[in-house]
T-cell receptor, first 113, second 112 residues
Framework: NAGVTQTPKFQVLKTGQSMTLQCAQDMNHNSMYWYRQDPGMGLRLIYYSASEGTTDKGEVPNGYNVSRLNKREFSLRLESAAPSQTSVYFC????????????FGPGTRLTVL | QKEVEQNSGPLSVPEGAIASLNCTYSDRVSQSFFWYRQYSGKSPELIMSIYSNGDKEDGRFTAQLNKASQYVSLLIRDSQPSDSATYLCAVNRGSGNTPLVFGKGTRLSVIA
């Protein structure tokens, strides 16, 4: 089992460019999440998907969109990247929304110039 | 008041000592509490969960929960340099199907 995988691991964008971060899990989990982590700010929830076919906003959704492609895959899209979106992005999954252990992917380090 | 508060540290303890990490939360009806460990440059991993008042022990780790005081702590006995990491407290809001809320984490440094 690979667990939760994320691609790419690193990415540099210019302001205004778009990109999609990919996430997949092989644990047959129902719920998936996207977080960003900035120095001194902890983990902040961007969007989550409680189950296939549903998505909901988290604490910091502005500037992002998500797609729950199927039960395994949950993607995060930046339509027009801004320097404020420079961060480490983590995808996570859990069997159910709560209360349940979340398993995290290795992260994507994104720099927006 | 932030939903989940932790002292950012760094908390420095000598090798072999007990490290005590604290977390307070604001939602009185929260029911589930988690401690995650995050090594520098890595992703968080779950080390303890606790749901009832009192202590829960797992090896060198003890989680303590006091719902009346809205306080959860993590004790690490016989601290080792390999315990040096950031420890994140996470709380599930008691309303049910809601995502976890994470604190900002406490950085622990165990000095050999």
């Amino acid at each position: 089992n690979a667990g939760v995988t994320q691609t790419p691991k690193f990415q540099v964008l210019k302001t205004g460019q778009s990109m999609t971060l990919q996430c997949a899990q092989d644990m047959n989990h129902n719920s998936m999440y996207w977080y960003r982590q900035d120095p001194g700010m902890g983990l902040r929830l961007i969007y989550y998907s409680a189950s296939e076919g549903t998505t909901d906003k988290g604490e910091v959704p502005n500037g992002y969109n998500v797609s729950r492609l199927n039960k395994r895959e949950f993607s995060l899209r930046l339509e027009s990247a801004a320097p404020s979106q420079t961060s480490v992005y983590f995808c996570a999954s859990s069997e159910w929304l709560a209360p349940d252990t979340q398993y995290f992917g290795p992260g994507t380090r994104l720099t927006v110039l | 008041q932030k939903e989940v508060e932790q002292n950012s540290g760094p908390l420095s303890v000598p090798e072999g000592a007990i490290a005590s990490l604290n977390c307070t939360y604001s939602d009185r009806v929260s029911q589930s509490f988690f401690w995650y460990r995050q090594y520098s440059g890595k992703s968080p991993e779950l080390i303890m969960s606790i749901y009832s008042n009192g202590d829960k022990e797992d090896g060198r780790f003890t989680a303590q929960l006091n719902k009346a005081s809205q306080y959860v702590s993590l004790l690490i006995r016989d601290s080792q340099p390999s315990d040096s990491a950031t420890y994140l407290c996470a709380v599930n809001r008691g309303s049910g199907n809601t995502p976890l809320v994470f604190g900002k984490g406490t950085r622990l440094s165990v000095i050999a």
